[in-house]
């Protein structure tokens, strides 16, 4: 049964990176009938350390054996993979990232890993499984969105900037054509068009024979505001096919302030009256949406249908459950916090190299420490 059969999720678990929504927690919620997410931000680097930890359940292999290029697989166990895994104080080895003119490998690398991330989140179950990507992270997008294709991803969501040229890329991809995708390269003139490029054939010779058409999955941008999804439909060219709203109570990055910035005397900044969502307006689109925001509480999601939403987003109570990817004593650590009410969150400014605002729980001896950041 495809995605655009069944049933629009109630409950969205948001994409955390790097690896906090990894397969595992995806997984868990898809088979509970709602929609999991899986983070793309980082995974190949993700990959290549499970693979040099000697990927001791065998998940990582099990799944890599079902890509349809062999010799591009053995290509990357040949590199990174550690039978046992490497010894605890040795280092692991660097993994390449993306740049504007990458090698094939690194392509061939990107979309391995988010294929073997969608893979293992979607095995033996009939739910839904999206992936999460950072609009601001550009380099590595076009790979990213092809991987998670080849796997039958269902939902691609994306936010921490405005992503108008998804839609059609995705139209693009599912039939294996070449794309390319225009990047915010900071102090370009704007007649300068700065492109990464990404030709599935070329990366894979023989693909779209070997994999067919492929699901052109549902696109949920991630945008503050009906004003953000007013551009994003009006400048698409493909489908949107609806929208996760956050509010500046959303953990993980948040939209700035319309307007110049401006800080509390604590040194966040204060988002006003320009910053309401306008959920009047988001409705008179007719797409679905979902809330987000300070909205993990059944309450919150009653409150949330009788405005007229699908549903919700959540992300923190996933980051801190059994299933996430956050270390276990770090969880219990923040939920011992919680508990006692002595979480503070602080939305930090300048915190993320995205240059969009971003919350940080402050944890004892975690990098929130001054003492421990500095250290």
Not at 10 to 23: F, N
Request: glycine residues 10%; neutral net charge; proline residues 6%.
């Amino acid at each position: 049964m495809s995605c655009m059969s069944l049933p629009l999720p109630t409950i969205i678990q948001g994409g955390m990176g790097v690896a906090i929504s990894d397969w595992r927690l995806a997984k868990t919620v898809s088979q509970l009938g709602q929609l999991g997410v899986v983070s793309g931000t980082g995974i190949s680097c993700v990959l290549t350390r499970r693979l040099m930890d000697g990927d001791l359940a065998g998940n990582l292999r099990r799944a890599i054996a079902h890509f349809s290029i062999p010799d591009a697989v053995q290509d990357i166990l040949d590199r990174y993979f550690i039978p046992g895994g490497k010894p605890p104080n040795a280092s692991y080895k660097s993994t390449p990232t993306s740049t504007v003119a990458s090698s094939g490998f690194v392509d061939r690398l990107n979309v391995i890993a988010n294929y073997i991330e969608v893979f293992l989140a979607k095995e033996n179950h009939n739910g839904v499984v999206g992936i999460n990507l950072l609009e601001k992270v550009q380099m590595p997008t076009l790979a990213s969105l092809y991987g998670a294709m080849l796997s039958g991803v269902d939902y691609v969501l994306m936010g921490a900037g405005i992503p108008t040229q998804i839609a059609a890329i995705l139209d693009k991809l599912s039939t294996h054509q070449p794309v390319s995708y225009r990047l915010d390269v900071q102090g370009a003139a704007p007649e300068d068009d700065v492109r990464v490029h990404f030709d599935p054939e070329k990366t894979f010779p023989g693909i779209s024979k070997l994999a067919g058409k492929l699901k052109r999955p549902k696109f949920l941008p991630i945008i503050s505001s009906s004003v953000l999804a007013q551009v994003l439909l009006k400048r698409s060219e493909g489908a949107v096919d609806g929208f996760v709203i956050e509010a500046s109570t959303a953990g993980g990055h948040n939209a700035p302030p319309r307007g110049t910035m401006k800080l509390s005397r604590e040194g966040e900044p204060v988002y006003g009256e320009k910053d309401t969502i306008g959920l009047d307006k988001i409705r008179e689109f007719g797409l679905p949406f979902w809330l987000a925001g300070s909205y993990g509480h059944h309450a919150q999601l009653k409150k949330a249908l009788e405005e007229g939403a699908a549903g919700i987003q959540v992300g923190t109570a996933f980051a801190l459950c059994d299933e996430s990817g956050m270390e276990t004593e770090l969880k219990k650590k923040a939920l011992r916090q919680v508990l006692i009410n002595q979480t503070r969150v602080f939305t930090n400014p300048i915190a993320s190299p995205t240059g969009f605002p971003f919350k940080i729980a402050h944890v004892d001896g975690t990098i929130s420490e001054t003492n421990v950041y500095n250290a």
